[in-house]
């Protein structure tokens, strides 16, 4: 969208560039604006213009008429394509104009009103992008008017406001299908000059009202055609531009006093407004436009007199804190291998150890794989560990706790085994046992030969227990003749 300047030089306004952070909550997670918010220049205009109107249709964004120093009427118009950064010119208004609003629907650019020999119209011409040619048999408006906004819902434009001498309230819609324009319900106050966006099928009008620099903001419901005025403009505002990203307004430059920077954010959902970083170059009478989620503020006036310089701003990006990550875990011979999933917005991941459940010491940063060998461990302790996902917005839950040990590896190749026991009076003992409970006995007896340990060893018969609730045997060391290990793999 567009907004409009007087046609006369402004004194730029210095002002101090604002520094924006905003932390906020969604659900249960926090939320940090902590990308974005940033302003470049790109390529200039061919032709300097202020008062123009511009407009974004399939990824291009259109400057179209407007003023240039001198004040004439421009009937030129130029393209710009964002992926190239360059410009182009198309195909000539039939008609010189500035302060004409414009809309798109489809293909199509609406362009209505405007001033042309010093005087409101209510002609209306439609751009066709595919074919670059003007069509003028549009059905022309039942009020003239000019600096005046328009905005799209369900296929059909708005046209709201302007000037026709006076400051007007009158809100037009046009059905293209019908080629015809109903007048709809009046705004609450006169304006011109003024700023229109659309969220959510919902239109809202801000900036000078009753023809002050007001900071007063309506929204308008097309379905029961009825206005309501809503949250302020953190300061009165006119001939600035307005865009569209994610469901939230943006309100740049134009004049208070003077030539502005300023940037204000509008949550429709919270009805709140922000302040956002400042633009590069203060100006009013600017046009503005959204392609890919990127800001494109387009000519205008300031002090130095009219712009054909062009900034792109891209707005901040609400970035999540990462939620936690699922981890598993295995131990070897003197290291622990960890395991986690990948989390959605995660940019690196921490490690975190310890040596009792619930208490760890990150031993790892900027981990950016999904697994992570930690060979600082001793072989028999336990540890218990967590991995937490970090990203801009900082450092999320941790994970599940998972307890490793790492252990000597076996001198078994199998899983479990038969060892058989054979006593000094010629008894034969056999079990099955697992190659943990094996080993487990190996310890005892080779402590026991040594002079330590028990005097005995406990096998828990865990097979033919019939009506036992539990049965056990108690090998004793100094019975013991020799004994075979057979392993094998379940």
């Not at 009165?236 to 204000?264: L, M, Q, W």
């Not at 062009?310 to 622990?336: D, H, M, Q």
Request: charged content about 15%.
């Amino acid at each position: 969208m567009n907004k409009r300047g007087r046609g006369v030089l402004k004194w730029t306004q210095i002002l101090a560039s604002l520094v924006f952070a905003m932390v906020f909550w969604v659900g249960a997670q926090v939320v940090v604006c902590a990308e974005g918010d940033t302003w470049r220049t790109v390529s200039s205009m061919g032709t300097a213009r202020h008062n123009a109107s511009i407009v974004a249709v399939n990824g291009k964004i259109y400057a179209i008429g407007g003023s240039n120093a001198s004040n004439t009427y421009l009937n030129t118009m130029e393209e710009y394509n964002p992926s190239t950064d360059t410009w182009t010119p198309k195909a000539n208004i039939p008609q010189g104009r500035d302060g004409t609003a414009v809309a798109v629907i489809e293909n199509k650019i609406y362009l209505m009103g405007g001033m042309y020999s010093g005087n409101p119209q209510n002609l209306v011409y439609a751009y066709d992008t595919t074919t670059n040619t003007w069509s003028t048999d549009i059905a022309s408006m039942q009020y003239a008017r000019a600096y005046s906004e328009a905005a799209v819902v369900d296929g059909r434009i708005y046209i709201i406001a302007g000037n026709n001498g006076n400051g007007i309230d009158k809100v037009e819609m046009y059905d293209p299908t019908t080629n015809q324009w109903q007048e709809k319900q009046s705004m609450p106050v006169q304006t011109w000059g003024h700023g229109v966006a659309i969220v959510d099928n919902k239109i809202y009008v801000m900036g000078n009202a009753d023809g002050i620099n007001s900071n007063k903001v309506f929204e308008y419901n097309v379905t029961s055609n009825s206005w309501t005025q809503v949250a302020n403009m953190p300061v009165g505002k006119k001939y600035f531009g307005t865009a569209v990203v994610n469901e939230k307004i943006y309100v740049i430059a134009g004049e208070s006093s003077n030539s502005t920077n300023t940037v204000y954010e509008y949550n429709p959902v919270s009805n709140q407004w922000d302040s956002v970083a400042n633009a590069l170059t203060s100006r009013d009478s600017l046009g503005a436009a959204t392609v890919i989620g990127k800001i494109y503020a387009v000519g205008g006036l300031n002090s130095s007199g009219t712009l054909a310089t062009v900034e792109e701003y891209t707005p901040p990006t609400p970035v999540i804190i990462p939620s936690a990550p699922v981890l598993t875990g295995t131990a070897g011979n003197a290291v622990t291998n960890l395991s986690w999933d990948a989390v959605t917005g995660a940019t690196s991941y921490s490690v975190k150890r310890g040596t009792t459940s619930g208490t760890y010491t990150t031993i790892a940063n900027g981990v950016t794989a999904t697994t992570y060998t930690d060979s600082s461990v001793t072989n028999g302790n336990t540890y218990y560990y967590v991995v937490a996902a970090v990203n801009t917005a900082g450092e999320g839950e941790d994970s599940n706790e998972v307890v490793l040990t790492p252990q000597t590896p076996s001198e078994f190749g199998g899983d479990r085994a038969i060892i058989t026991i054979t006593m000094i009076n010629g008894l034969e003992k056999e079990y099955d046992l697992s190659i943990p409970d094996i080993e487990d006995f190996l310890d005892w007896y080779d402590d026991r030969a040594e002079g330590t340990g028990d005097a005995y060893y406990v096998i828990k018969k865990n097979y033919n227990e019939g009506p036992f609730v539990d049965r056990r045997d108690y090998i004793i060391f100094d019975k013991i003749q020799n004994f075979e290990i057979c392993d094998y793999n379940e």
